[in-house]
């Protein structure tokens, strides 16, 4: 089989795995006395709670992602101008939907023109016409005309913003690019590397080291110098996040040319052997740029997700690859392949049980039950993803 090329059931899962986390942790805000160590850790602590991995992992998992997308169009003949046209429009997709959702932070409901739940639920349904999975039963001119309304409508959207910061009303503007777009970001730089590299191993250790050493000199205070065009002109995240993606990038490159010559056991040790370098050089460099840290990005941080992902992966490779029990992992599957949708689905929902007014009894709400609640609503969520699947509504980019 040509490297590259085939499908592992193991990333599937574990896409599905790292979405079904991600929505829990992200609906664990409606909750109260809860164990700490499930949470984000605030910016100035160091250390780090469940919710500080999970994003690193998608990351990760972008990472393990790209060498087999591009791989496949490799091996269909696509040029290289063809493949370069798909990774910026899905980029730039990526980067226009987390625009809008970081301006959510400082929506004016006061100056507004729409209540923000509204705002809320149009700007995600406009996402869902402009990026739908069309089948190919649907006329070209019938799609045409549903994204140009997606187009309309988040126009629209746009010009009715009205955003507050320090007491003044603002409009949209560029902030920290929301999850999607820092996704966006991680995806463009990783992918292009891959691409001009053509997959050469040397290369790619060049570019996960250029992200990580440029990371490690901005904590460390080396390019101070800089400072003057970093709100024009720098690498997302400090050069934290394509390092992860390139570490994912890395572990495909890897486990492809050792399963394409049967070397799995080889493989099984290479993973383990790394991902545990990966947790002791975490720990190790701590004390630089303050510690283990989400939101400052520090490079502990970096290394210790890098760490957990490659061990992670290797499990599920062992466990889903090589013992074929992909079907354990069924009811999360819709999260696995059809993860934009599940990650976009709370955007309608949280604002419609806003609009309602629905509450559930504080004791749904508190330690234990909470954590059960969020938990079953993470997997509603991948359950109604996966029944929209079903009826053909799912987002492709």
């Known amino acids: ?48 709670g469940l919710a500080d991995t999970v994003f690193p992992a998608f990351l990760f998992i972008v990472g393990l992602s790209i060498p087999f997308a591009i791989g496949n169009r490799w091996a269909k003949g696509a040029s290289q101008s063809n493949i370069l046209g798909h ?15 970081v301006n959510l932070e400082n929506y004016n409901n006061a100056a507004a023109f729409l209540p923000k739940p509204i705002w809320e639920i149009l700007i995600t349904i406009s996402f869902f016409f402009i990026w739908l999975d069309y089948p190919s039963t649907f006329s070209k001119r019938k799609k045409i005309i549903l994204q140009c309304i997606g187009t309309g409508l988040l126009v629209f959207l746009a010009a009715v913003y009205k955003g507050e910061e320090k007491g003044q009303t603002v409009w949209l503007h560029p902030q920290w690019w929301g999850i999607l777009g820092l996704i966006g970001w991680s995806y463009l730089l990783s992918a292009l590397v891959f691409q001009f590299s053509k997959g050469r191993l040397s290369i790619l250790i060049g570019g996960f080291l250029f992200f990580t050493l440029f990371n490690v000199a901005t904590k460390a205070g080396w390019l101070h110098m800089l400072t003057s065009i970093r709100h024009y002109v720098w690498i997302t995240g400090d050069g934290s996040l394509p390092a992860l993606t390139m570490a994912g990038i890395l572990t495909a490159v890897l486990y492809s040319s050792l399963a394409e010559k049967g070397q799995y056991n080889k493989c099984y040790m290479l993973f383990l052997l790394l991902g545990a370098l990966m947790l002791a ?41 090589c013992k074929k029990k992909q079907h354990w992992f069924d009811i999360i599957k819709p999260a696995g392949n059809s993860t934009l949708t599940a990650y976009l689905l709370p955007y309608i929902f949280y604002p419609l049980v806003h609009l309602v007014g629905i509450g559930l009894p ?21 359950l109604l993803t996966g029944l929209l699947s079903k009826w053909r509504i799912r987002l492709k980019i």
């Open 1 to 48: 089989m040509r490297p590259f090329t085939q499908r592992l059931a193991s990333i599937d899962v574990f896409r599905a795995l790292t979405m079904l986390l991600m929505i829990f942790v992200n609906d664990l805000w409606t909750l109260k006395d809860i164990p700490l160590w499930l949470e984000h850790t605030q910016a100035n602590e160091d250390g780090m």
């Open 87 to 101: 990774i910026f429009i899905r980029s730039f997709a990526l980067l226009a939907m987390g625009f809008f959702h």
């Open 281 to 321: 050089g975490g720990f190790a460099i701590r004390p630089l740029g303050g510690g283990i840290s989400k939101i400052h990005a520090t490079p502990s941080w970096i290394a210790i997700c890098t760490g957990i992902s490659i061990l992670v992966f290797t499990g599920l490779i062992w466990l889903v690859d």
């Open 362 to 382: 504080a004791f749904l709400l508190t330690g234990a039950a909470g954590l059960i609640k969020s938990l079953v609503f993470a997997l509603l969520i991948i």
